[in-house]
C-alpha cells in the first residue's frame, strides 16, 4: 500500500512539474503569426517600391516559415514527452526493483 501511495504521490509530482512545459495548443500560432507578419512586411514593401507582388511572397514566405517553426516546436514536444516517459519508467522500474 505505502508503494502504491509512493507511485502516485511521484506521479501527482511529475505532472505538475510538466505543466510548466508548453504545451502544442500554441503551435499552429506560429503558422498564424508568420502570415500576418511576412503579409505584412510584403504590403508595406509593395507600397514603398511600387510593386503588387510582394503581398503573395511575403504570406508564402511566412506560411513556409511559420510550418516550419510549428513542426519544429512540435517534434520538440514530442522528444520531450517520450523523455519523460522513459524517465518514469526507470524510475518505476527501480522503485520495483527495491
Not at 514566405?61 to 522513459?86: F, P
Request: aromatic share 8%; hydrophobic share 40%.
Amino acid at each position: 500500500m505505502v508503494t502504491a501511495t509512493a507511485n502516485v504521490r511521484g506521479a501527482m509530482a511529475e505532472s505538475s512539474a510538466s505543466s510548466s512545459q508548453p504545451r502544442s495548443n500554441g503551435a499552429p500560432s506560429y503558422l498564424v503569426a508568420g502570415v500576418l507578419f511576412y503579409g505584412a512586411v510584403g504590403w508595406l514593401l509593395d507600397q514603398w517600391l511600387g510593386t503588387r507582388y510582394l503581398v503573395a511572397v511575403g504570406v508564402l514566405l511566412g506560411a513556409g516559415l511559420g510550418t516550419y517553426l510549428m513542426i519544429l516546436q512540435l517534434t520538440r514536444l514530442t522528444a520531450g514527452e517520450q523523455e519523460s516517459t522513459t524517465q518514469t519508467s526507470d524510475k518505476t522500474s527501480i522503485e520495483e526493483s527495491e
